[in-house]
């Protein structure tokens, strides 16, 4: 069984400066993906990266950047010049596609709150 | 590309009753997935179909039951409702066949169990 781990329930930033979500999973499979997702007040569940494991290159989307560690089966997200429209509650997920389907299997998030 | 729709936004229903959700997928999506959000248990997988069949199924019981329409538009059940199931029910659109697959989101369906 899949599962994915976020150890800080909150964080706070101050605007333009750079923080650091925290993320770990456990898997027994070697061919899968990781995302990261925002889920602002509108609960609306927004992309904002994704990381295939057999890719050591860590992924980068504008402002979100990941470091991700297969060995030690971290995936944390590093947002840089934060902005008051990245607070929001954000999901750490892995992804599977095997023969009984798939399904994405999410952390407990963490609340991002962003100071002016 | 239009996104992934859900409807009706907001539920309210009494204990013992049926509800019925509705999901539309992103165009050229066959995969719809559902979850159910609650503040106790987190985001939670109920089931995925692809091409009109089951193919995977979370840790739910029977009440909550699903199905998948030859256009991909997929409608979700809850039986015989308890307060427990006040909840946001999301479901999420893919191909559903590619190894990069990527799930993508609608706004979700409020439910409230009273």
């Known amino acids: 069984a899949q599962t994915v781990t976020q150890s800080q329930p909150e964080m706070s930033v101050q605007e333009a400066e750079t923080v650091t979500l925290s993320c770990t999973y456990d898997?027994?499979?070697?061919?899968?993906?990781l995302f990261w997702y925002k889920q602002p007040p509108s609960r609306q569940m927004i992309l904002v990266i994704r990381?295939?494991?057999?890719?050591?290159q860590n992924a980068t989307e504008n402002r979100f950047s990941v470091n991700f560690q297969k060995a030690a089966k971290s995936f944390s997200l590093k947002i840089s010049d934060s902005q008051l429209g990245d607070a929001a509650m954000y999901f750490c997920?892995?992804?599977?596609?095997?023969?009984?389907?798939?399904?994405?299997?999410f952390g407990g998030g963490t609340r991002l709150m962003v100071k002016p | 590309k239009a996104g992934v729709t859900q409807t009706p936004r907001y539920l309210i229903k009494t204990r013992g009753q049926q509800v019925t959700l509705s999901c539309s997928p992103i165009s050229g999506h066959r995969s719809v997935s559902w979850y159910q959000q609650t503040p106790g248990q987190g985001l939670q997988f109920l089931f995925e179909?692809?091409?009109?069949?089951?193919?995977n199924k979370g840790n739910f019981p029977g009440r909550f039951s699903g199905r998948q329409f030859s256009n991909s538009r997929s409608e979700m059940n809850v039986s015989t409702l308890e307060l427990g199931d006040s909840a946001l029910y999301l479901c999420?659109?893919?191909?559903?066949?590619?190894?990069?697959?990527?799930?993508?989101f609608g706004p979700g369906t409020r439910l409230t169990v009273l």
């Open positions: 898997t027994s499979e070697s061919d899968y993906y």
């Open positions: 990381q295939e494991a057999y890719k050591q």
């Open positions: 179909y692809f091409s009109e069949t089951q193919r």
């Open positions: 999420a659109s893919s191909h559903g066949t590619r190894r990069t697959d990527t799930q993508y």
């Open positions: 997920a892995q992804f599977q596609l095997n023969n009984a389907g798939n399904m994405l299997t």
